[in-house]
RNA sequence: GCCGGAGUGGCGGAAUGGCAGACGCAGGGGCCUUAAAAGCCCCAGGCCUGUAAGGGUCGUGAGGGUUCGAAUCCCUCCUCCGGCACCA
């Protein structure tokens, strides 16, 4: 828009009407019950004239695929706080279907998970029962919105017409191994009596309820993520529409080191020990292997050790501890000697072994050699217990001597045919040297672990394996699927997992041997049920596969996805997973799942605590949608949410500031209601194409779709509030050219309608016309008259803004001179120095540098 | 510590090398009204100066740099938010 004010005249002000009322009496906009009548109006027809439905299986459908993160269905009423992100998608999706393309924009429900079940424990309601009543209740409410989806596709998750696919999913993993069942270290979340995968149990709490996880010894169902892990690294710098932050934190997450493993013989088992480090240049100055208490090799290096019990004792100890105290920050190192040595390959030292609490099982091989000259955690521990520290990397010149272990770079030393070769070329050197001697070599390693997904909880996908005496863990054989999770499962919130009780889901017989056998009673992790669904959504009916590939080629994968932050690692770098998975395994052609990504900022409001912090019930800060509908209608609620400022930034709700915006749409129902008094419905069509109402109206277009396509909504209703003034100003105005007073009429309404769809819809029907806004086209803008005519150009002495003139556009650098040079406030300042250079940038601005 | 993002009026924010503060909230003045509410119009970053119109000057976290010109680009630093973190 341009940068000079438009004239803000209301419809009042230029006409002969006595000020009063805004509102004619009888407007729509008077009585809240015929504004929601018309609402409802609206959103009848518009599930009438099936919007947003898209026929996916038609071979020559295509088009844009918009998808919003499917919600959970909590008993809770949607408030303002969850409204943003479908407000955000329904604007996009009109104005995209407004420029007239295909937009697949379908809607579910993420129905599996622990609040429905720990509402069966309180209150005995069935998890189904329960849950498909919040989605009914939720579904009433987003019909309130306005909000267009196509139901023809819903999914809801926990329906076995859903589930079978997970199970079957899972089947086809199992046969490619990337399915499979381990003992292992694993955490526990002793609140939602489960457990749960390590993207789930960051910084040593559980992602639902923030309890501390314990760590156990079980054996679990595992996906193999790590499997993808560099392809889900690489895979990173081809999403160019996601955000950095979302990206890099999926960096963080995937933790990709470079470095060798290395073997130490250990004479006392006579094998070898594989440690992993990123530093192979400084073995001369490994000191000590130290092991993680939970490493196999350490019960066998403690035989025979005259204090055995104690050190195991100790052992014990500490895989006990949960992650939180072991991982905190600054926890104290604490370290045994196992008695036992190892012997340094490079250097033909013995070195002592031991274990420390600070060294992880789970990471590289669970075993470090200790370098304390030049790694800090190293250091600290070999100062506590007095290992010897060596320097074997010389510091480059300038580098500072008071740091007591040297990590950077620098030329190796006492490293025996090594010395004098830089840090950098001798890591490479001395994990070639390993490779060719058969004891490590080069290798790269990831902080990412395998994704543990069984669930010891019932309202979730039944693992589709059996147990059988004779033949192990046996899978479901594809035609017994689904697993149908039983409907009648004891809730007693004591003694583990319902199922376990089911005594008809629990036995069956062997798929293999025919023989006496037990299902698997673990469910799912819910976000197995969310790392597909949005293919689904493509074939919802398909009772032969989960998807259609066909379909899925011409409509997967998503264009663009919109949900909150809060997933950033979990759901979508698990989808990002069974991507791959599904691509390898013939179903789809592609690895990555969302072309585009945009996460919405959350909506926060002062809590009764005066601390501004995310809307929520728990907070006491949540603002209720039905009631501010109600009152306010959908239209304004839409308007405000999507004004609140930048939508990827977190924004703060004010109960006053709603009023702006209401009063732009009130003011908009207004003088359309005015136009039709004093013209009627007559078509119209403005006299002259380049009138400067026209460039206006032209602006108006252009910048409106630049906003809308840079997903700019707070500007864009910004910018719709500067237009509508001027439109006032036109019907306001007698002597006005009343095809041109229509045609920007009809424009506004047109660009208005992403952000306000039910009081658009009704005005352009009142003002005569026929076809819903939905399908009437988006306005087009010409660029040659999308400019003012006349500009006004800043003019600056020696960088100083000193005047302005106004000049016709594409003046010269010669006009533009001379116009300046008459202004006395320029020429004051012009006056006896001497012109050093002079700055044109055409239509803007003029600079005469002077000395 | 490492990685990512952000600091602009009383407030939300706009401007991505060219008139800082669009649009709105709250505020002030006016109109309308018996009055109020609602609505409409106008004003509105700080300081200095002037009876006024106006003029001057400073100003986008701090300091420096590049440029005719910097909120915007570069360097150093500070603060805040988010992620990872004893990951060898």
Known sequence: MPRQRLPRRGVRQSGSRRPGRLLHSGSFMDAREERTALEKKWQARWVADRAAFVDTHDPSSKGTYLLVMLPYPSGDRLHVGHARTYFLTDALHRYLKQRGETVFCPMGWDAFGLPAENFAIQRGIPPRESTLANIAAMKEQFDGWGVLYDWTKEVTTCEPEYYRWNQWLFLRMVEKGLAYRKKGTVNWCPSCLTVLANEQAEGGTCERCKSPVEQRELEQWFLKITEYAESLLAGLDQLGKWSEKVRAMQRNWIGRSVGADLDFDVPKLGEKLRVFTTRPDTVFGATAMILAPEHPAVPRLLEGHPERAALEEWVKGVRSQDRLQREAEGAEKDGRFTGAYAVNPFSGEEMPIWMANFVLAEYGTGAIMAVPGHDVRDHEFATKYGIPIREVILRPEGADASVACWTGEGTMTASGPYDGMSSEAGREAIA???????????????????WLISRQRYWGTPIPMVKCPACGWVPVPDDQLPVLLPKDAPFTGKGGNPLEKVEAFLKTSCPRCGGDARRETDTMDTFVDSSWYYLRYLDPANDEAPFDPAVIARWAPVTQYVGGIEHAILHLLYARFFARVMKDLGLVSFEEPFAALFNQGMITRMSPGGRIEKMSKSRGNAVSLDPLIAAKGADAVRAYVLFLGPPESDAEWTDEQIAGPERF????????????????????????????????????????????????????????????????GLVGDAEADPGETRASVLTLLALLHPIAPHLTEELHERMGETRSLLVSGWPTFDPALAVEESVTIAIQVSGKLRGQAVLPRGATREEALAAAEGLEAVAKWLEGKERVKVVFVPDRLLNVVVK
Request: charged share 25%.
């Open 432 to 450: 070639a040297e390993a490779a060719k001697r058969g004891i490590g070599g080069a290798r790269v390693r990831y902080r990412l672990r395998d």
């Open 665 to 728: 749409l009130y003011r908009v129902v207004a003088f359309v209601e005015a136009y039709l008094r004093s013209h009627g419905t007559a078509p119209l069509v403005p006299r002259s194409p380049d009138s400067p109402a026209a460039r206006k109206r032209h602006i108006a277009v252009r910048t409106l779709t630049h906003d809308f396509d840079a997903f700019s909504f707070h500007t864009a209703v910004a910018h719709l509030m500067e237009f509508s003034h001027h439109v006032a």
